[in-house]
């Protein structure tokens, strides 16, 4: 399994990122996990347009599915005239509306169903390509997902955006690389249910076992080296800053 950052700024593009979006790709399979503001962009240095074959949308803030609407452009009018067959898009209940309601309900309130084969997201476990996935709900002030992706007996955790929650506690389970938001500073912000700072990623990252600790979402006015050093001062895995066109093999 290859995870790709397309994007990592947290709430907002920085001059460096673009928002929230994963490349998770095995067996020639290309799943995306959120397309943030920017990401559309970004995806094509790393797959072709069309290469995607599946999409999980984390929530439905901006930052996590706003291109999806540009997406959907590309997908619909097609330069060659044609149109793409819809693929599958996994994301909390209302996605449909609410990305439809984003682009102005133009051509029509059913355009977006042409292109996308819309899934509403539960807490669950179901296959997507070659993948076995795990959903739960995480902690934030909107219906919201962490997802596990397996393959080939290695595991991927996201967090996407959440306050501390055992959810993703168990989520995060021995996972080879968990991709962590750590959008708040330790001592700084303390928003419950809201988002992590670098020192509850790295207290969920040692309570879960996991391996590896990547941590993402830091918005361009958060100084990322304070929260990887508090990461660092609670978790003794390998702790690193998420960057965009940095690739790991899982
Ligand atoms: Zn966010
Ligand atoms: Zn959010």
């Given at each position: 399994?290859?995870?790709?950052?397309?994007?990592?700024?947290?709430?907002?593009?920085?001059a460096e990122s673009a928002c929230s979006s994963y490349l998770?790709?095995?067996?020639?399979?290309?799943?995306?996990?959120?397309?943030?503001?920017?990401?559309?962009?970004?995806?094509?240095?790393?797959?072709?347009?069309?290469?995607?074959?599946?999409?999980?949308?984390?929530?439905?803030?901006?930052?996590?599915?706003?291109?999806?609407?540009?997406?959907?452009?590309?997908?619909?009018?097609?330069?060659?005239?044609?149109?793409?067959?819809?693929?599958?898009?996994?994301?909390?209940?209302?996605?449909?509306?609410?990305?439809?309601?984003?682009?102005?309900?133009?051509?029509?309130?059913?355009?977006?169903?042409?292109?996308?084969?819309?899934?509403?997201?539960?807490?669950?476990?179901?296959?997507?390509?070659?993948?076995?996935?795990?959903?739960?709900?995480?902690?934030?002030?909107?219906?919201?997902?962490?997802?596990?992706?397996?393959?080939?007996?290695?595991?991927?955790?996201?967090?996407?955006?959440?306050?501390?929650?055992?959810?993703?506690?168990?989520?995060?389970?021995?996972?080879?690389?968990?991709?962590?938001?750590?959008?708040?500073?330790?001592?700084?912000?303390?928003?419950?249910?809201?988002?992590?700072?670098?020192r509850e990623a790295g207290e969920t990252a040692a309570r879960?076992?996991?391996?590896?600790?990547?941590?993402?979402?830091?918005?361009?006015?958060?100084?990322?080296?304070?929260?990887?050093?508090?990461?660092?001062?609670?978790?003794?895995?390998?702790?690193?800053?998420?960057?965009?066109?940095?690739?790991?093999?899982?």
């Amino acid at each position: 399994m290859k995870l790709t950052v397309v994007g990592c700024s947290g709430s907002f593009p920085s001059a460096e990122s673009a928002c929230s979006s994963y490349l998770v790709e095995a067996d020639g399979f290309r799943l995306l996990l959120d397309m943030g503001n920017g990401a559309l962009g970004e995806l094509q240095r790393h797959c072709g347009l069309y290469d995607l074959d599946a999409i999980f949308l984390s929530h439905l803030h901006a930052d996590h599915c706003i291109d999806m609407c540009a997406y959907f452009v590309a997908r619909y009018y097609r330069h060659d005239g044609g149109r793409c067959d819809p693929i599958p898009v996994y994301g909390p209940e209302g996605t449909e509306h609410r990305l439809t309601t984003a682009y102005a309900d133009t051509p029509t309130a059913s355009s977006m169903s042409e292109v996308f084969d819309f899934h509403t997201v539960k807490p669950s476990t179901f296959e997507v390509g070659p993948f076995t996935v795990h959903t739960e709900r995480v902690a934030h002030p909107v219906e919201a997902y962490g997802i596990r992706v397996e393959h080939g007996g290695k595991s991927l955790t996201y967090s996407g955006d959440t306050g501390t929650t055992p959810a993703l506690d168990e989520l995060a389970r021995d996972t080879d690389l968990f991709l962590c938001e750590a959008a708040f500073t330790h001592g700084k912000e303390d928003i419950p249910d809201l988002h992590l700072n670098g020192r509850e990623a790295g207290e969920t990252a040692a309570r879960a076992g996991a391996r590896r600790l990547v941590l993402t979402h830091i918005p361009p006015w958060t100084d990322p080296q304070a929260n990887l050093t508090d990461a660092r001062a609670v978790f003794d895995g390998p702790v690193e800053l998420a960057a965009p066109r940095v690739s790991y093999d899982i």
